[in-house]
């Protein structure tokens, strides 16, 4: 039961690369999140889908974008990474908006 | 704009004492109350959650005290054991069709041997 997984784990980029992070779910939830970690800042909202097809800004969503083509999976992109995207991404999915969120284990993402 | 603040940014309590973290929220409108725990390198999990129409809710040795006058919650840890020692999360949302959570800054909890 992997409930669910974020790939990579850990990625160094350096200023102006892409990259995207893979959140993949098997609890055939329907909304899934992305969030960034910072010290001292609890976890932040970056973008969100209610379904498949759909997606929402969150509270910090600029210089990401997202797209959920499969209900299972909620992808986020960086286009040109910058240093100030230094954090532990995120990524939690259930089944409806008053559910539980479950998270993942992160994915630990430096850009130098 | 941080509508959720939590306190203190770190605590160490003794094996069996008393953890209390505290909370404070700013928009009315939030309506569910939930606490995360995480420990190093895993993501957060659910612990307990709480609703406004309810000032106090217990789950074992875990408990969220909620005074909606004051705008405030709390979580008690009973009987703290080092298997404790993480870092907790509270959070607040409104009802709506994603459940938007808003996470406190986080309390890194010690609880020593």
């Known amino acids: 039961n992997a409930g669910v997984t974020q790939t990579p784990k850990f990625r160094v980029l350096k200023t102006g690369q892409s990259m995207t992070l893979l959140c993949a779910q098997d609890?055939?939830?329907?909304?899934m999140y992305w969030y960034r970690q910072d010290p001292g800042m609890g976890l932040r909202l970056i973008h969100y889908s209610v379904g498949e097809g759909t997606t929402a800004k969150g509270e910090v969503p600029d210089g990401y974008n997202v797209s959920r083509l499969k209900k299972q999976n909620f992808l986020l992109g960086l286009e040109s990474a910058a240093p100030s995207q230094t954090s532990v991404y995120f990524c939690?999915?259930?089944?409806?908006?008053?559910?539980?969120?479950?998270f993942g284990d992160g994915t630990r993402l430096s850009i130098l | 704009q941080q509508q959720v603040k939590q306190s203190p940014q770190s605590l160490i309590v003794q094996k069996g004492g008393i953890s209390i973290i505290n909370c404070a929220y700013e928009?009315?409108?939030?309506?569910?109350f939930p606490w995360y725990q995480q420990f190093p390198g895993k993501g957060p999990a659910l612990l307990i959650a709480?609703?406004?129409?309810?000032s106090e809710k217990k789950e074992g040795r875990f408990t969220i005290s909620f005074n909606k006058s004051a705008k405030q919650f709390s979580l008690h840890i009973m009987d703290s054991q080092p298997g404790d020692s993480a870092t907790y999360f509270c959070a607040a949302s409104l009802t709506g069709s994603a459940r938007q959570l808003t996470f406190g800054s986080g309390t890194q909890l010690t609880v020593l041997p």
């Open positions: 928009n009315t409108a939030f309506d569910y």
């Open positions: 609890m055939n939830h329907e909304y």
């Open positions: 709480i609703r406004p129409d309810v």
């Open positions: 939690a999915s259930n089944d409806r908006g008053n559910q539980p969120q479950h």
